[in-house]
Structures are given as structure tokens and as C-alpha cells.
């Protein structure tokens, strides 16, 4: 059995930041503090649990095609978030970056997937993209509040 | 016939009291039902629903659950000005770390060893089992509450799990073995749903400070706000095997009546490489 990496329950349970991510156990598959970029082909889009993945045809340096394996967040997650599973068809061109498995095979726990049009999706195992995009929001909630709404 | 005149105006009180009791009954009937319907509908966790007037920003910081001390650690870094200039994240990871050393001396020698132990690659949930009841009642997929009059209804969008729990005084003493969901009884104090569960298999999970051995006890209290937009989950478990003293999880859901149980995708345990 190959190594698979973390699931819908998988963050802290004590108080959840990005950084208190690392401690879950997709580091055992997947080295986290890393990032690898890699450009392919979608050949299948899965939209399934524990984790929605993708396929992808990447060409390597050598000129040789390699199938990659991508996962992302549960799909039961990724529905709540509004995706439909139509997000990624075979053929589309996508350039995933995320983190690179730790035994070396081709695979990636993606943080972003970014379409042949330059939009960039998130889905990423515990939705890295979105959590950012929240710290930002809630910083700047966080400068519009009186010191009284934290009382 | 004068004893008789003078119980007359007891008797009419005595009269007056069991109408009064009478129509007070079916009131205090009501108010109770009342009380216990507060925490039915919908429920949805900061996960699924981050936006909601109900959240503040120490809730983005918990979102599976919580320590009560971690949180309301990050609450008192969150209003003290002196911590204006530094980031949300930092903060966060200061109470993290408080609550990593609380649960470090919550546990006993012999849980840290099972921890030690866990192989995350032979984990329950990546094999597509389902999942056990700690792991159950803390995912964040949405869930439904139905009070009836003698059942609760929680229904887990999380591997589409329905528990019907029967509303007594007192959880039935069980002989049967241990089960990843025990058995479970409920009962109402107050507006305030407690939910016991024994029978308890003993599990570990990924969740970093989770491990459990049979036998465990835990208990969910669920309690809505005085304006019925939010509840409250305090998860107990009770395991002197794992813990010195019983550990306690927060969690908080908000109301989300427009929002349905979905179909979940299927589950596909990963058995090659591509």
C-alpha cells in the first residue's frame, strides 16, 4: 500500500493555525516544508474521499512521460466549498505546486493548481490556499475592530 | 357542622391549588419541550461556513476543537492591545503551544507510548473505515439535531452517519464488548442535550493528542445560544488509562437552516502508486 496522506480529520484538534498543520500526519508522507512545481496533462480527476485526486501526464526532463498522482482535501470538504467535481477534466493543462511525497515517487499534496488561463485553484489538503486567503481577511477585521469587540 | 364550615375555606384552597397545578402542568410541559427543541436544526462548523456574524476570530483558530484554555488564551492575546502589531498566526501558534504543554501533562506514560506506536499509514479513516465516535462528533461536516420524546436524532453529514440515542434517566449497564461507537444514552439538563457513550473501543488517531483505550467514557454536551444561532459542544473523555483527568474539547457550530446533508463522494483507500 502505497503512502497516503492525511484525511478529513487530520488538523490539530488543539487550536488550528497553518503552521500547527505540520504536526499532522501528512508529514509522513509528504515533506511539508517543501514545494515542487510540476506542469502536465490531467488524465483523470477523482473526486472522491479520502482525498479528491488528480492524474496528470508530466513530461520529464529526459523527454519521458510520467504519471503523477496529486490529492488534495476530502472531496466531502470540497463540496461544502462549492466544488462539483467538474473542476478538472482530461486534457486540461494544469501546473500543480505542493508538497513532494517523502519516499520519492510521483506524487504531490497539492497547495494550488493553477488552470491553462492563469486562475488558481486551491482544494489542497487542509486548504492551505483558503486559509491564507482568511488570515488576510481576518487581519484586516482584526484592524477595523474597536478594542472592545475582543473584549 | 361548624368543623365543616371551618374546613370550607380549605377546601377551596385545596381546590383552587389543583386547578392552578393542573393548568400549570401542560406550561411547565411546554416550557421544557421548548427548551429542548432550542438545539435542533442544522449545524454547521466554522470549516464549511467560515463566513457567519457568529464567528470571531478566535473561532478560525479552532476549527475541529479546542482546549477551553487554549482558547480562551488566543481570546486574551486577541484583546490585549500590546499584541496589535503581531500577526494572527503567531498568536495562534502561542496558544497551540499552550495547549500542546497542557494535554503533554494531561497524558500518562502509557498513551504517549501508544502514540509513539500510531503508524499514520495504518490509519483507520485512510483505509476508509469508518470512523470512531471521538473522530465522529468532532469532524466539521455540518450535523442535525431532532429532539423527540423519547429519542435524539444526530445526523453526521461526516460518512452520512445517523445515531438515534435514547433520551433515560440513567445509561444501561451493558455487558457487551467494546464497539467504535459504544452505546449511548441521553438526557436534558435543562435546555443543555448530554449525550454519554461507554462501550467504547480504544482508538488512536491523527488528531495529535487522541488515544483512547477500551472501556473509555466520553460524554457530549450541547448547549444553544440564548439566541439560537450557536451550540456549544464540550467533549469529555473520560480514560484514566490515557489521561490524569478527564480531557475537555470545545467545539462551537452556528446555525445554518438554508444548508442540507449532501451526499458525500465515495471513499477510495489508495492501494498503488500511479
Known amino acids: 500500500m502505497s503512502m497516503n496522506s492525511t484525511c478529513l480529520v487530520t488538523l490539530t484538534v488543539l487550536m488550528v493555525t497553518p503552521s500547527a498543520q505540520a504536526h499532522h500526519s501528512s508529514a509522513a508522507f509528504y515533506v511539508t516544508s517543501a514545494s515542487i512545481t510540476i506542469t502536465g496533462t490531467v488524465t483523470e480527476f477523482r473526486f472522491i474521499n479520502p482525498h479528491a485526486r488528480v492524474y496528470l501526464k508530466v513530461v520529464d526532463e529526459k523527454g519521458q512521460s510520467v504519471v503523477w498522482l496529486a490529492e488534495g482535501a476530502n472531496a466531502g470538504v470540497l463540496r461544502r466549498r462549492g466544488w462539483t467535481g467538474d473542476e478538472l477534466k482530461p486534457g486540461d493543462r494544469i501546473t500543480v505546486t505542493g508538497a513532494p511525497s517523502r519516499d520519492g515517487s510521483p506524487k504531490v499534496e497539492w497547495r494550488v493548481i493553477t488552470l491553462a488561463d492563469g486562475t488558481e485553484i486551491g482544494g489542497g489538503n487542509n486548504l492551505p490556499k483558503e486559509r491564507e486567503e482568511l488570515l488576510r481577511r481576518l487581519e484586516q477585521q482584526r484592524r477595523n475592530q474597536t478594542p472592545s469587540d475582543n473584549k | ?274
Request: with cysteine; aromatic share 6%; charged share 25%.
Open chain 2, 1 to 274: 357542622m361548624a368543623e365543616h364550615r371551618n374546613q370550607l375555606p380549605r377546601r377551596i384552597f385545596l381546590a383552587a391549588a389543583m386547578v392552578a397545578v393542573s393548568l400549570c402542568w401542560p406550561l411547565t410541559d411546554l416550557l421544557q419541550a421548548q427548551e429542548r427543541t432550542a438545539i435542533q436544526g442544522f449545524w454547521s462548523t466554522v470549516f464549511t461556513v467560515p463566513d457567519h456574524p457568529e464567528w470571531r476570530i478566535e473561532d478560525h483558530f479552532c476549527q475541529i476543537a479546542c482546549l477551553p484554555i487554549a482558547r480562551q488564551h488566543l481570546r486574551s492575546l486577541l484583546a490585549n492591545p500590546a499584541n496589535d502589531a503581531r500577526p494572527l498566526q503567531e498568536l495562534g501558534q502561542e496558544a497551540n503551544q499552550l495547549a500542546n504543554k497542557y494535554v503533554a501533562g494531561l497524558m500518562t506514560d502509557a498513551a504517549r507510548e501508544r502514540r509513539t506506536r500510531y503508524d499514520p499509514a495504518a490509519d483507520p479513516v485512510i483505509r476508509c473505515e469508518p470512523p470512531h465516535l471521538i473522530m465522529l462528533v468532532l469532524a466539521p461536516p455540518p450535523i442535525a439535531i431532532e429532539v423527540h420524546d423519547d429519542h435524539v436524532i444526530i445526523h453526521h453529514e461526516y460518512w452520512n452517519t445517523v445515531r438515534t440515542i435514547r433520551i433515560a434517566d440513567r445509561i444501561a449497564s451493558s455487558v457487551e464488548g467494546s464497539s467504535r461507537l459504544g452505546s449511548s444514552t441521553a438526557r436534558f439538563e435543562g435546555a443543555t442535550l448530554i449525550v454519554e457513550s461507554r462501550n467504547l473501543a480504544g482508538f488512536t488517531s491523527q488528531v495529535q493528542a487522541l488515544t483512547t483505550t477500551d472501556g473509555t467514557r466520553i460524554v457530549e454536551r450541547y448547549t444553544a445560544s440564548t439566541n439560537g444561532a450557536r451550540l456549544d459542544l464540550e467533549l469529555t473523555i473520560d480514560d484514566p488509562a490515557s489521561y490524569r483527568e478527564p480531557l475537555v474539547l470545545i467545539q462551537r457550530r452556528v446555525r445554518t437552516p438554508d444548508e442540507k446533508i449532501l451526499d458525500i463522494p465515495p471513499c477510495e483507500a489508495i492501494s498503488g502508486t500511479p
